[in-house]
């Protein structure tokens, strides 16, 4: 998915940067190269949606799978289940699920395993962020090919929210899916009003996206219109692919703006729980759902109880009697807050020293998962699902670093601060040079001036400063060259996600973080995902079929954005249905 800029990148340090960094697979640099052809070929026939008319590169017709490519090469055939339970344990590394298995090898994760087939070289999307992550799950497609980049980004070409006078408001605006798109973001219903919470979570509404405040949004000004998670997204989805064949679809996640996998049309996903995990958890927790890994796996427990009334023929409230759904599933946050959190519940979070053995909190947050999907694999049994449905397991990101030495907390703000003194002091009489910014484990900075000139200028004040920050104790320590391996700036940018200069999404400049830098403020934090290394990027990667026997192990490097494909074929539906598949030439995973 990224290629090799041209310029001068810097690189300090080649190994920090992983695997998959700097050598690319072929095929992908290929399909990439010609991506923009191929959608710009798919867009000749394509109505584009007034709130995308700011990108040229949306591809297909194929909004809710109805005008499939002829190229039979993957789908239609091999039809082996009925129902695709897809699970997404967000912050898990394929080095945790091996050793796991290893010492739990009775376990429901155990047991995936061993009835399934293995890709134990996994990556994820770069960024490796929950938004690109999930999407590229549900498309088939990276980025530049989506346009989802993160879940707060900065688009070019769009207003900002709450713009009522679109004709004389200068475009340029933060798209922000994430809690502060809520009417209540403090509300675990977002805003719906329920009484009795939590434990009346599940009467929570199966269409979010209601619970959006469209004052919120990014305004499209074609329309003088907000627009919308769904609308934002340039492919269509697995959901959308799977409604027009006449199945029955659900979703759980952690914000009603993941109502964007419902694909373009808005209309992919019959039934979307999705309570607010950043909204403000009751006593005895203190914060958010995810400062207390206690409070986290309670959260998580809302959603497996929404997909364990699923298979059983119920909506996810449990009231309503509907079909079981042909692709269905979660995600789970309990690992990944258990990996950020360095205490809670007198525990330590984390891995041991040298990275591979988790902490107690981790291991119980392992536990935690685990027999979550022992009761997902008990339910599909007691209701007699278990022999026509396929669980995949994977997930949306890593997490890193995962050995706490390596650890450096770096506050971005004093690096923008500096990059905007040093513009002002070149340019007197300008603004701020950094308009927006996204920084976990990973570097991106939208400019306000969209030149080459000003992101080169951004990329040689990074390469020449230093960054203070702290360790894993909270020990002063400095990084060179703002804690960055690598930058790429404006069209280096655009060519390592495989985009046109044209599109008003990507960012000017992009920082592959140096391994274990993680930029934060606080100390409240000693992991973070959404950058590059591997171990962001690699997860486990499960299909466990309805008809296996046996395990078996597949090798090849292989993408979690061949999930969607693989969904697709596995219900004996046609991948190529997937604008994204078409356009990137994303395959089903391969059987051996």
Same mark, same amino acid.
């Given at each position: 998915?990224?290629?090799?800029?041209?310029?001068?990148?810097?690189?300090?340090?080649?190994?920090?940067?992983?695997?998959?960094?700097?050598?690319?697979?072929?095929?992908?640099?290929?399909?990439?190269?010609?991506?923009?052809?191929?959608?710009?070929?798919?867009?000749?026939?394509?109505?584009?949606?007034?709130?995308?008319?700011?990108?040229?590169?949306?591809?297909?017709?194929?909004?809710?799978?109805?005008?499939?490519?002829?190229?039979?090469?993957?789908?239609?055939?091999?039809?082996?289940?009925?129902?695709?339970?897809?699970?997404?344990?967000?912050?898990?590394?394929?080095?945790?699920?091996?050793?796991?298995?290893?010492?739990?090898?009775?376990?429901?994760?155990?047991?995936?395993?061993?009835?399934?087939?293995?890709?134990?070289?996994?990556?994820?999307?770069?960024?490796?962020?929950?938004?690109?992550?999930?999407?590229?799950?549900?498309?088939?497609?990276?980025?530049?090919?989506?346009?989802?980049?993160?879940?707060?980004?900065?688009?070019?070409?769009?207003?900002?929210?709450?713009?009522?006078?679109?004709?004389?408001?200068?475009?340029?605006?933060?798209?922000?899916?994430?809690?502060?798109?809520?009417?209540?973001?403090?509300?675990?219903?977002?805003?719906?009003?329920?009484?009795?919470?939590?434990?009346?979570?599940?009467?929570?509404?199966?269409?979010?996206?209601?619970?959006?405040?469209?004052?919120?949004?990014?305004?499209?000004?074609?329309?003088?219109?907000?627009?919308?998670?769904?609308?934002?997204?340039?492919?269509?989805?697995?959901?959308?692919?799977?409604?027009?064949?006449?199945?029955?679809?659900?979703?759980?996640?952690?914000?009603?703006?993941?109502?964007?996998?419902?694909?373009?049309?808005?209309?992919?996903?019959?039934?979307?729980?999705?309570?607010?995990?950043?909204?403000?958890?009751?006593?005895?927790?203190?914060?958010?759902?995810?400062?207390?890994?206690?409070?986290?796996?309670?959260?998580?427990?809302?959603?497996?109880?929404?997909?364990?009334?699923?298979?059983?023929?119920?909506?996810?409230?449990?009231?309503?009697?509907?079909?079981?759904?042909?692709?269905?599933?979660?995600?789970?946050?309990?690992?990944?807050?258990?990996?950020?959190?360095?205490?809670?519940?007198?525990?330590?979070?984390?891995?041991?020293?040298?990275?591979?053995?988790?902490?107690?909190?981790?291991?119980?947050?392992?536990?935690?998962?685990?027999?979550?999907?022992?009761?997902?694999?008990?339910?599909?049994?007691?209701?007699?699902?278990?022999?026509?449905?396929?669980?995949?397991?994977?997930?949306?990101?890593?997490?890193?670093?995962?050995?706490?030495?390596?650890?450096?907390?770096?506050?971005?703000? #004093?690096?923008? /601060?500096?990059?905007? *003194? &040093?513009?002002?002091? !070149?340019?007197? @009489?300008?603004?701020?040079?950094? %308009?927006? +910014?996204?920084?976990?484990?990973?570097?991106?900075?939208?400019?306000?001036?969209?030149?080459?000139?000003?992101?080169?200028?951004?990329?040689?004040?990074?390469?020449?400063?230093?960054? #203070?920050?702290? /360790?894993?104790?909270? *020990? &002063?320590?400095?990084? !060179?060259?703002? @804690?960055?391996?690598?930058?790429? %700036?404006? +069209?280096?940018?655009?060519?390592?996600?495989?985009?046109?200069?044209?599109?008003?999404?990507?960012?000017?400049?992009?920082?592959?973080?140096?391994?274990?830098?993680?930029?934060?403020?606080?100390?409240?934090?000693?992991?973070?995902?959404?950058?590059?290394? !591997?171990?962001?990027?690699?997860?486990?990667?499960?299909?466990?079929?309805?008809?296996?026997?046996?395990?078996?192990?597949?090798?090849?490097?292989?993408?979690?954005?061949?999930?969607?494909?693989?969904?697709?074929?596995?219900?004996?539906?046609?991948?190529?249905?997937?604008?994204?598949?078409?356009?990137?030439?994303?395959? !089903?995973?391969?059987?051996?």
């Amino acid at each position: 998915m990224q290629q090799e800029s041209s310029g001068d990148e810097f690189s300090m340090d080649k190994n920090a940067i992983a695997k998959g960094l700097v050598s690319m697979k072929t095929a992908k640099k290929n399909r990439l190269a010609t991506a923009a052809v191929l959608g710009a070929v798919l867009m000749a026939g394509s109505a584009v949606a007034p709130a995308m008319a700011d990108d040229a590169s949306r591809g297909g017709q194929d909004i809710q799978g109805q005008q499939g490519s002829d190229n039979k090469g993957q789908g239609g055939e091999g039809e082996t289940s009925k129902h695709v339970l897809l699970l997404s344990v967000d912050g898990l590394h394929q080095k945790d699920l091996d050793l796991y298995v290893k010492n739990h090898p009775t376990s429901a994760l155990a047991s995936l395993v061993n009835h399934g087939t293995s890709y134990t070289h996994a990556q994820t999307p770069v960024p490796s962020d929950s938004f690109p992550g999930m999407v590229g799950q549900v498309t088939g497609g990276n980025p530049g090919t989506t346009g989802v980049y993160y879940d707060d980004t900065f688009n070019r070409a769009l207003l900002p929210a709450g713009t009522t006078d679109c004709k004389n408001t200068a475009p340029g605006a933060e798209v922000a899916f994430t809690e502060g798109a809520d009417k209540d973001p403090n509300a675990l219903d977002a805003g719906q009003g329920l009484t009795g919470l939590p434990g009346s979570i599940l009467n929570m509404t199966g269409q979010p996206g209601a619970l959006l405040d469209p004052a919120a949004l990014p305004v499209d000004p074609a329309t003088c219109k907000p627009v919308y998670p769904h609308q934002y997204l340039k492919v269509n989805t697995v959901f959308e692919v799977a409604k027009s064949a006449g199945l029955t679809t659900a979703w759980s996640d952690k914000h009603p703006a993941y109502e964007i996998l419902g694909g373009p049309s808005g209309k992919g996903l019959d039934d979307l729980f999705a309570p607010e995990i950043n909204s403000v958890a009751p006593a005895p927790f203190n914060g958010d759902w995810t400062k207390d890994n206690a409070a986290t796996q309670q959260y998580d427990g809302y959603k497996v109880q929404a997909v364990l009334n699923e298979i059983d023929g119920k909506d996810h409230s449990g009231t309503k009697t509907a079909a079981v759904p042909g692709i269905f599933g979660m995600n789970f946050q309990s690992v990944s807050t258990a990996q950020k959190l360095p205490t809670s519940d007198g525990l330590t979070g984390g891995y041991l020293q040298g990275g591979t053995v988790p902490g107690p909190l981790l291991s119980k947050a392992l536990d935690f998962v685990n027999a979550s999907v022992g009761k997902l694999e008990s339910e599909l049994a007691a209701s007699g699902h278990a022999k026509d449905t396929t669980v995949i397991l994977s997930a949306k990101h890593g997490q890193s670093p995962m050995d706490p030495s390596t650890l450096t907390r770096v506050p971005d703000s #004093a690096i923008i /601060d500096g990059l905007n *003194a &040093a513009w002002k002091s !070149a340019h007197p @009489g300008s603004a701020d040079l950094v %308009a927006f +910014s996204t920084n976990d484990d990973i570097m991106q900075l939208w400019l306000a001036d969209h030149s080459q000139a000003a992101a080169q200028f951004a990329k040689d004040y990074l390469a020449a400063h230093p960054a #203070a920050g702290n /360790d894993i104790n909270g *020990a &002063a320590k400095t990084v !060179a060259t703002s @804690g960055l391996s690598k930058v790429y %700036a404006g +069209s280096e940018v655009a060519n390592y996600f495989g985009t046109q200069t044209s599109d008003a999404r990507y960012p000017d400049i992009l920082g592959i973080a140096q391994a274990g830098v993680v930029y934060t403020g606080g100390k409240g934090k000693i992991a973070e995902h959404g950058g590059a290394s !591997a171990e962001d990027r690699d997860v486990p990667l499960v299909v466990s079929g309805a008809n296996d026997e046996h395990a078996r192990t597949v090798t090849t490097e292989v993408e979690t954005s061949q999930i969607a494909p693989t969904i697709l074929k596995t219900l004996g539906l046609d991948p190529n249905k997937l604008q994204a598949v078409r356009i990137e030439g994303t395959k !089903a995973l391969p059987e051996h």
